[in-house]
């Protein structure tokens, strides 16, 4: 069984290099705001990014190389910061 794919607006910084940097991206009308970027890594045709918001949530962003489409893979909402 298909998981639903969660289309994402992805705006990037291009570094000095011209490689793109997500730093923001769009939920629908959410802005989430990439505090760190905890990891990267290549596949045959993606790019992926494991990020982290001001909140502590943790996201994996997925950029088809090809079609210049970017997805949300995978959060996990319990590495946040509680107080308490």
Same mark, same amino acid.
């Given at each position: ?17 011209? +490689? +793109? #940097? ?6 629908? +009308?959410?802005?989430?705001?990439i505090?760190?970027?905890l990891?990267?890594? $290549? ?13 502590? #949530?943790?996201?994996? $962003? ?8 970017? +997805? $949300?893979? $995978?959060?996990?909402? #319990? ?6």
């Open positions: 069984m298909d998981k639903a794919k969660i289309m994402v607006r992805v705006s990037c910084y291009a570094g000095y290099r011209g +490689e +793109e #940097t997500p730093r923001y991206f769009h939920i629908k +009308e959410r802005r989430i705001d505090a760190e970027i990891d990267r890594w $290549l596949s045959h045709d993606h790019r992926y990014f494991k990020v982290k918001d001001d909140h502590g #949530t943790r996201y994996i $962003l997925r950029h088809d190389t090809a079609s210049g489409q970017w +997805e $949300l893979t $995978l959060y996990d909402i #319990t590495q946040s910061n509680v107080s308490g």
